[in-house]
């Protein structure tokens, strides 16, 4: 047994010598004697320190977008005058996790639960507008809700594998939520200005209907869009 120890702590020892030896006599071209060690900045990876200075260097942001088609950004990447701009993504990782990886955001979790403020609720990862803020309301889920979208073709919607419906952004892919039949009332949207009157063509026709059967009644319901609120970014209405 003494032995066995023995031999192994003599390997170790040549092991350590070896490497020892190798850092030591490592020599760089400035420093042509091979006396010194080598500044610490010579013996990592290029890609985490600069080569000219011992300053690191900032990492790279990850581009999480499918297209580049953008109406505005309040992320640093204007857009052209045809309404497309550079990709801008998120550094978020929950919000990747959330947008890539269909995860679900806690209730009660997101700030946009208690926002009332005008304006439009965007893709964050695309900054695609998505919901305007007439369409929110309470739905006491805890998740950012909504009973239309901003315009046709904005969310697409495909039968997940466990029968509900998946909300994602048309734009770039990401995901957003579910949608469910038990939006409000269209009776009780009757006094938002007209804001039935301007559903787009695309939304889904599940919400609840009335006895009757009639979609129209003030009775039966409109959709309702649960959506994460990392997903999203606002944009308050300029005043």
Same mark, same amino acid.
């Given at each position: =047994?003494?032995? &066995? &120890? ?23 071209? !400035? ?31 990850? %581009?999480?977008?499918? +297209? ?6 309040? %992320?640093?990447? @204007?857009?052209? %005058? @045809? *309404?497309?701009?550079? !990709? ?21 979790? $997101? ?26 309301? @309470? !739905?006491?889920? *805890? /998740? ?13 919607? #495909?039968?997940? /594998?466990?029968?509900?419906? #998946?909300? &994602? ?15 409000? +009332?269209?009776?009780?949207? =009757? %006094? ?8 787009? #063509? ?14 129209? $009644?003030?009775?039966?319901? =409109? ?12 944009? #308050?209405?300029?005043?």
């Amino acid at each position: =047994m003494r032995t &066995t &120890t023995t031999a192994a702590i003599t390997r170790a020892s040549i092991l350590l010598g070896l490497c020892a030896g190798i850092i030591i006599h490592t020599t760089d071209a !400035s420093n042509p004697t091979g006396n010194s060690l080598l500044p610490l900045r010579h013996r990592l990876p290029t890609a985490f320190c600069s080569p000219s200075n011992n300053t690191i260097r900032k990492p790279r942001r990850i %581009d999480t977008t499918r +297209t580049a088609k953008n109406d505005n950004s309040n %992320d640093g990447n @204007d857009g052209d %005058d @045809d *309404g497309t701009s550079s !990709s801008t993504g998120t550094w978020n990782p929950f919000a990747l996790a959330v947008l890539k990886l269909g995860f679900t955001e806690p209730a009660w979790t $997101s700030s946009y639960n208690y926002k009332s403020n005008p304006g439009i609720y965007k893709c964050a990862n695309c900054n695609s507008p998505l919901f305007p803020s007439a369409a929110k309301y @309470d !739905s006491g889920s *805890g /998740w950012p809700s909504f009973w239309k979208t901003a315009a046709s073709d904005r969310v697409a919607l #495909e039968r997940s /594998w466990d029968g509900r419906i #998946e909300a &994602t952004c048309a734009n770039c892919g990401g995901h957003l939520g579910h949608v469910f039949p038990d939006g409000p +009332t269209r009776g009780s949207l =009757m %006094d938002q200005g007209g804001e039935l009157d301007t559903v787009p #063509e695309t939304d889904p026709k599940i919400g609840y209907k009335d006895k009757s059967g009639d979609g129209d $009644s003030k009775y039966s319901r =409109m959709p309702r869009f649960c959506v994460n609120g990392i997903a999203l970014r606002f944009e #308050e209405e300029e005043q």
